[in-house]
């Protein structure tokens, strides 16, 4: 009996009070056509959509701004829905919604998404629609638009056999992998763009050409096309968008001019091989911005020219036993968007260049370096040499403390060394001025190009190795500027 008289004496208290809180809910709506709505935008834009391949969701805000309720009497895409765009207004799907209620003080989200259909050309074609939205017979609406790309599409895997000419007339997206089979040649026309989804990896068995001009370079690139801070940092600033590009034990004759190689987890990785036959061969070209380790090669045989390889989480250029000569090179790690060599418990390195000799990987070696030339090329980073040595490793075992190795005519961010295997060199401490070096004023972007005449790398190149090599990343000409030639991958211009 006690308990019934609790649960009826609570019953008496709460009761009541629920009826007079309903009583306070005012379901009146205004038709007032002065009191309107409100959005947080006029207009809706996406960056390039690939055809087939949703866009990632927008969103606006709508707000009731009033104090007193309003109801929206229909709310709906222009189009009907054949636009390609999509609504989702508070959690429920569709083109048109009607009799929506949106209290006082109050405000709700309308996300957009888009799919592009399919134009069969490499040109951007632009797609507009619009929400309308009614209240009190007033019509106000937002602009949706987005530019579409159509695409060759690689889904779920695949593998190019034989002699496959790859071509330029649109971009290619590549989820999962594109492997190119044993004793297969894939040559790419110049002016060809990877977008390469998450994770996505370009896997040589055969060889690959990816030949590109001036004019026309070929990319490989992360597949986001949008911001990740707003009008700042794109993802196409930022490491580990993709995979990277591994070419495998029994692949060889690669060559790769006028490339780009940016923003993956790795950049370039050539896997332990056979040193007496080309792995690969790059010139004109930059490979940037890697989460982990940029290029990397074990036991291998390569030649690179006038080109850049330049920030990462962990090394720049790793070579393990091998063959290989750079000229004209500009190495550099000034990573600023991930920690370099991981968090600072990790005891993984980064540094801009570390050569091993007699080292083993996987269980496999040791792998003797043969030879590794440096000629005319910049070793920079934002090490501190006094602290941590600077920007160069050299580093063999304890029975054989001599191998082939050269710097010449190079600017190296280390102590000062002089002994066989540096000749000609300039020593720095200070890294050098660059065009730009990532601060958010340049919106994270780099620019190893010397930004004053008066840079330590100007005019102090070996010209008999910069006559092999004439013209600069960007086409400038080693050979006629008044202060030429310079060290690195650029030859100095004026601004």
Known sequence: MKKITLI???????????????????????????????FSTDTLSFDTVFTTVGSTTGQFMIYNHNKENLKIESLM??????????????????????????LKDDSMYVFVEVTVNPNGVNEPLLIQDSVIAVVNGVKKSVLLQAFGQDVHLYKGGETLSGDVTLKADKPYLVYDSLVIAPNSTVRVEPGATF????????????????????????TFRGDRLDYILSNVLMYDSSPSQWGGIFFKKESFGNKMSYAIVRNGTTGITCEQSDPSQEKLSIDQSQ???????????????????SSEFSNAGGNVVTLVGGSYSFAHCTLANFMILTTRGGSSSSS?????????????????????????????????????????????????????????????????????????????????TESQVYRKRGEKVNKYAFDFRPDTVTDVCVGKADPTIAALYPADRYGVSRLTSSNAPTIGAYEFVKK
């Open 287 to 305: 490979v940037t911005n890697a989460g982990t380790n940029l290029f990397s090669a074990i036991n291998c045989k390569v030649k690179a020219a």
């Open 8 to 38: 009826g004496l609570l019953a008496l208290i709460l009761v009541p009070l629920f009826f007079t809180n309903c009583e306070g809910l005012d379901e009146s709506y205004s038709s007032n056509p002065n009191l309107n709505i409100s």
């Open 77 to 102: 895409l222009a189009s009907g829905g054949t636009s390609g765009f999509r609504i989702n207004l508070d959690g429920r799907k569709g083109t048109s919604f009607n009799d929506v209620s949106l």
């Open 348 to 428: 993984e390195e980064s540094i801009t260049l570390h050569i091993l000799n007699n080292a083993k990987v996987n269980n496999s070696g040791p792998y003797p370096i043969e030879s590794a030339v440096f000629r005319n090329c910049i070793i920079d980073g934002s090490y501190d040499v006094a602290t941590s040595g600077g920007e160069i490793a050299i580093t063999t075992d304890a029975s054989q403390s001599s191998f082939s190795y050269l710097f010449d005519h190079c600017v190296l961010k280390m102590a000062s060394t002089q002994n066989e295997h540096f000749t000609h060199n300039i020593f720095i």
């Open 195 to 218: 977008y390469m989804h998450s994770r996505a990896n370009l896997i040589a068995h055969g060889t690959l050409l990816a030949e590109g001009t001036q004019e026309k370079p070929i």
